[in-house]
């Protein structure tokens, strides 16, 4: 904690705490909780590292809004893409020239894009240029719900995480908004967070389909082709 704080207080904060779940004195979880309580910390993306799987320390992580856990001994690609998912980062150059010609061509579709970080934006506008859809960014979930009040779409790219409005809070607002015309517009939820029970979290919300990120261009354009398939 006097290591974030000072960093914070230089200027220099930390993106990331890979933590330890059993530590002497001060646990991971513990350290995590002091972090989520101290408003200049609290959004920080904690990794968890655990010696068990216990259904408890999975309640707690969610809790706590832990970006992932992971058992030890840790692989390192597994590490490495524990730490792309927690932080969204980009995929690299060679796998976002991949994928999209072993798939069948689909239509152009409307696509709204709700995400706040622009590198995941142009990873997302780069992915879906390159199959003819027409894409608008909103920033925020907030954004994203007075982009369909206004607009109509024919698929909806939800960040989960987001200031102001979340994607979870959005897609609520979006279906209530929805309810009364009996539209439904397909809604994907895309996530950093790796967490049991994420995706089940998701669809209960009202969104129809669920990506990882950093986005994979590989499973981005299966799970278009699944709901829209080709004619």
């Given at each position: 904690?006097?290591e974030?704080?000072?960093?914070?207080?230089?200027?220099?904060a930390y993106?990331l705490?890979?933590?330890?779940a059993?530590m002497?004195?001060?646990?991971?979880?513990?350290l995590t909780?002091?972090i989520?309580?101290?408003?200049?910390?609290?959004?920080t993306?904690v990794?968890?590292?655990?010696?068990?799987?216990?259904?408890?320390d999975?309640?707690?992580?969610?809790?706590?809004k832990i970006?992932c856990?992971?058992?030890?001994?840790?692989?390192?690609?597994?590490?490495?893409?524990?730490i792309?998912r927690?932080?969204?980062?980009?995929?690299?150059r060679?796998?976002?020239?991949?994928?999209?010609e072993?798939?069948?061509?689909?239509?152009p579709?409307?696509?709204?894009?709700?995400?706040?970080?622009?590198?995941?934006?142009k990873?997302?506008?780069?992915?879906?240029?390159?199959?003819?859809h027409?894409?608008?960014?909103?920033?925020?979930?907030?954004?994203?719900?007075?982009?369909?009040?206004?607009?109509s779409?024919?698929?909806i790219?939800m960040?989960?995480?987001?200031?102001?409005?979340?994607?979870?809070?959005?897609?609520?607002?979006?279906?209530d908004?929805?309810?009364a015309?009996g539209?439904?517009t397909?809604?994907?939820?895309?996530?950093?967070?790796?967490?049991?029970?994420d995706?089940?979290r998701?669809l209960?919300?009202?969104?129809d389909?669920y990506?990882?990120?950093?986005?994979?261009?590989q499973?981005?354009?299966?799970?278009?082709?699944?709901?829209?398939?080709?004619?």
């Amino acid at each position: 904690m006097a290591e974030l704080r000072a960093a914070q207080e230089a200027g220099t904060a930390y993106g990331l705490v890979l933590t330890d779940a059993h530590m002497p004195d001060v646990d991971g979880l513990m350290l995590t909780e002091s972090i989520r309580q101290e408003p200049a910390l609290a959004a920080t993306t904690v990794i968890m590292l655990t010696s068990g799987d216990r259904a408890e320390d999975a309640a707690q992580c969610e809790r706590l809004k832990i970006a992932c856990y992971l058992l030890k001994p840790v692989k390192q690609s597994e590490l490495l893409e524990a730490i792309e998912r927690a932080l969204g980062v980009m995929v690299p150059r060679n796998e976002l020239l991949a994928g999209a010609e072993e798939l069948p061509p689909m239509r152009p579709l409307r696509i709204l894009l709700a995400e706040d970080s622009v590198l995941n934006q142009k990873l997302a506008l780069a992915l879906l240029d390159r199959q003819g859809h027409a894409v608008t960014v909103a920033g925020n979930g907030k954004r994203a719900v007075e982009a369909v009040s206004r607009d109509s779409f024919d698929l909806i790219l939800m960040d989960v995480s987001m200031p102001e409005m979340d994607g979870l809070e959005a897609t609520a607002a979006i279906r209530d908004m929805q309810r009364a015309s009996g539209l439904h517009t397909p809604i994907i939820a895309m996530t950093a967070h790796a967490l049991v029970g994420d995706r089940e979290r998701c669809l209960e919300a009202g969104m129809d389909a669920y990506v990882a990120k950093p986005i994979r261009p590989q499973e981005l354009y299966r799970t278009l082709a699944a709901l829209f398939p080709p004619m």
